[in-house]
Every structure is written in C-alpha cells, then in structure tokens.
C-alpha cells in the first residue's frame, strides 16, 4: 500500500475540517483532508430537516478568517449558511478528500509519526485501500457523527415507523398519524411544531426541566457574557423568558433551577430556541408526555406511568455521539471512551504525540472556530521550534 506523507492530516470536512484547513494555509502548512462522505458539511447538507435555521446570530456562527457578509440576515437560512460555505471554500481553496472512510489511525512510536488507513470509495478507486503518514492529526469528525437511539425494551418490535432526527425531512407524509417525538431539545421541538404543521397527530416526551427562550434572548444574553458574569446574565435571560412565556409547569414544561447559560457551558445542554412550538403546547395542539417509554409493544407505547398509546410512528430527536474511537486506535491521546475531549476546556483541543480535535467542546460554530485558529497557531509555533 503505497504512503502519501503530509504534515497534518484533518479527518472531517465538516466545518470543523474546513475551519482548521483554513487556518493552517494562513501558515502555508501543507495537509490533506480525509471526508467519508461525497460532500463537505454532508450533516448539514444532507440530513438536516427543511425547516432548520442557524439557531445563534451570525457573529456567533462565522467560521476564522471570513466573517459573514454585513448584508445577511441576523439569524441565516439553511440555503444561506451552505451559500456561506461553498464561497469559504472557494476563497480558500480547500479541496478536501472526499469519499475516504477512515478505517484505522495510530501512532507509530519508533518513527514518531501518525498513520491512517482509508478506504478510497470513489468510482474510479472502487475500494482499495490508501495510507497516509503524518506528524499531526486533527480529529475533525464532530460530536454529530452518527445519531444516537437508545435502548428500549420491545422497540426492535415496534410495527410503526422509526426516524431519526438525522433522517427527517419534513412532516408531510405523516398527515393524520399518530406521532411520538422522544427529545425535548432544540430538534425535537422544531420538528414537533413541523409535524403539527402538516395535521400530524403529534405528542413529545419532555421528561427533564429546559429552559425555553427566543433567539432573540440569546443573542442578547452571548453579547451581555463579554461584559458580565454568566450568573448576571442567567437571570436577566430567566427574567425575560418568565416574562415572555410565564409558567409552563402546566404545560408540562419545567424550568431548571440552574440558569440557561451555565447549563450551556457545564454540560452542554443548549436552551430550547423556541419557534412556535410553545404556543401550539398551550393551545393543546400538541401533547407533552411527562414521563420516558417503559415498554414498546407492537405499536403501543407503554410509559412508566403506565399511560398506554398507539402511534404510526416514533422520531427520536435523542442527539448524536461521537464515533471516533471506532477507527482511532491511540484515541488515549486525545480523547475519552466517549469519544469526546479528554482534556477540560480550554484546552480541550489539544492532546498527546502531536493529535488535536475541533469542533467537540459542544459550543457550535463559535467554539469551532476557537478550536481551529488554537491548533493550527499551535502546530505553527511547534514546527518554528523545531525548525
């Protein structure tokens, strides 16, 4: 198997890929791209659902080196965020690998280098095998990987049907079906407001406290975190939400006792952005469903409170997780057996014998680009050193 040698070998063309390319070519620090997909940001283009939207205003959301354009809108469309990135690109002439799924990476202790083993799926290649060898390597592949179901007694027997949030595109093949939606994160609760949309019959399991704000109160509350402590801003952004929506208790929504913002940064859990689906709550046009499935049987959903349903169909909106250490075998360096950071931030993206991970410290786009100006400004400085 013949070797292509580089000095930093990124896997993943996601933005956190394309954010780090960018960077290193600002120091002219050769690298390739390995993307398993046909397609960079494939998340993004491929299994988002239509209705999606940049949730963080645009400042927060712009990748290194290129800043949105003035004359966008605050908060960007789908079609516009893909606009973005094909002209980032473009401007930076990144040409990714495309269709190359990494299968092994480890680092060789005698030559001091990191080998990676790839698939090549092109039609042309028709799946031989390729190496690449390199000083550094940048895990790149997100914590958006491969979506994530979990385990429920009889769920291999449900007779309806199951989705992923990865796989749902619109509700409108569902119209008069009974809907579950499991997750009452950001997903969840826009793809509930798009079923009810399109007449589906529609309930959501919420079992955990979330908070529930507008864009609007998060854009001002990340501008108000470069000026104030995040408890100051927690509760004037709980204030603002209590004033908006007032007590949701009834509604089966259940604020936290810690604050939106700290929540964020401590565990990852974003607020819920809301774009209706409250209101539609209220009016009783879709159900909540305060307690989590104990048993699926058939199409009956048995709940722990012993509630019995039927539904045509099942969506799980249950987040993602990272597959990493599926093919990084010294995933030790840098990562934990969760394939998420070892390391606390901030310096989280930065690991041992020379690999770096971007875009795993659940800050979106904003940490993404945090991550990618850190490792390559840190590979810049270790090459002038050994230089």
């Known amino acids: 198997?013949?070797?292509?040698?580089?000095?930093?070998?990124?896997v993943g063309a996601g933005p956190s890929g394309l954010a780090t390319s960018a960077c290193l070519k600002q120091h002219s620090i050769p690298h390739i791209i390995l993307e398993k997909d046909d397609c960079n940001v494939s998340l993004w283009r491929k299994h988002t659902y239509d209705r999606v939207k940049l949730h963080l205003a645009k400042e927060f959301c712009s990748l290194p080196l290129m800043p949105h354009s003035p004359s966008s809108p605050t908060f960007?469309?789908?079609?516009?965020?893909?606009?973005?990135?094909?002209?980032?690109?473009?401007?930076?002439?990144?040409?990714?690998?495309?269709?190359?799924?990494?299968?092994?990476?480890?680092?060789?202790?005698?030559?001091?280098m990191w080998r990676i083993e790839?698939?090549?799926?092109?039609k042309e290649a028709g799946g031989c095998r390729e190496a690449y060898v390199a000083k550094y390597v940048v895990v790149a592949t997100g914590e958006n990987s491969e979506g994530y179901i979990p385990e429920l007694s009889g769920l291999d027997s449900f007779e309806g049907e199951i989705v992923h949030s990865k796989?749902?595109?619109?509700g409108s093949k569902y119209k008069g079906k009974e809907v579950l939606v499991?997750?009452?994160?950001?997903?969840?609760?826009?793809?509930?407001?798009?079923?009810?949309?399109?007449?589906?019959?529609?309930?959501?399991?919420?079992?955990?406290?979330?908070?529930?704000?507008?864009?609007?109160?998060?854009?001002?509350?990340?501008?108000?975190?470069?000026?104030?402590?995040?408890?100051?801003?927690d509760a004037f952004i709980t204030f603002l939400a209590n004033f908006e929506y007032g007590d949701l208790s009834t509604y089966g929504i259940h604020r936290p006792d810690q604050g939106p913002f700290f929540l964020k940064k401590t565990t990852g859990r974003s607020p819920v952005i809301d774009i209706g689906t409250v209101q539609k709550i209220i009016d009783g046009e879709?159900?909540?469903?305060?307690?989590?499935?104990?048993?699926?049987?058939?199409?009956?959903?048995?709940?722990?409170?012993?509630?019995?349903?039927?539904?045509?169909?099942?969506?799980?909106?249950?987040?993602?997780?990272?597959?990493?250490?599926?093919?990084?075998?010294?995933y030790k360096y840098v990562l934990n057996e969760k394939g998420m950071p070892k390391n606390e931030a901030p310096g989280h993206w930065k690991g041992e014998k020379g690999i770096y991970c971007a875009g795993l410290s659940r800050n979106g786009l904003f940490g993404v680009s945090m991550d990618a100006e850190a490792i390559a400004d840190d590979i810049n400085l270790t090459l002038k050193l050994a230089a």
């Open 182 to 233: 499991v997750g009452c994160g950001n997903s969840g609760m826009e793809i509930a407001y798009d079923l009810n949309d399109f007449k589906a019959r529609t309930s959501i399991v919420i079992r955990n406290p979330v908070h529930v704000v507008t864009k609007e109160m998060v854009h001002q509350g990340m501008s108000m975190l470069k000026y104030l402590p995040i408890q100051k801003v």
């Open 118 to 122: 790839t698939t090549n799926n092109t």
């Open 286 to 330: 879709i159900k909540v469903i305060s307690t989590g499935i104990k048993r699926i049987e058939k199409k009956k959903v048995i709940f722990e409170n012993n509630m019995e349903k039927d539904f045509d169909v099942i969506v799980f909106a249950t987040g993602f997780k990272s597959v990493a250490n599926n093919w990084l075998k010294d």
């Open 1 to 10: 198997m013949e070797e292509v040698v580089t000095e930093v070998v990124i």
């Open 167 to 170: 796989n749902y595109k619109n």
């Open 76 to 112: 960007l469309t789908k079609t516009e965020f893909l606009n973005y990135i094909d002209n980032y690109v473009s401007h930076f002439n990144i040409n990714p690998r495309y269709n190359r799924m990494v299968d092994f990476a480890g680092f060789d202790e005698v030559k001091k």
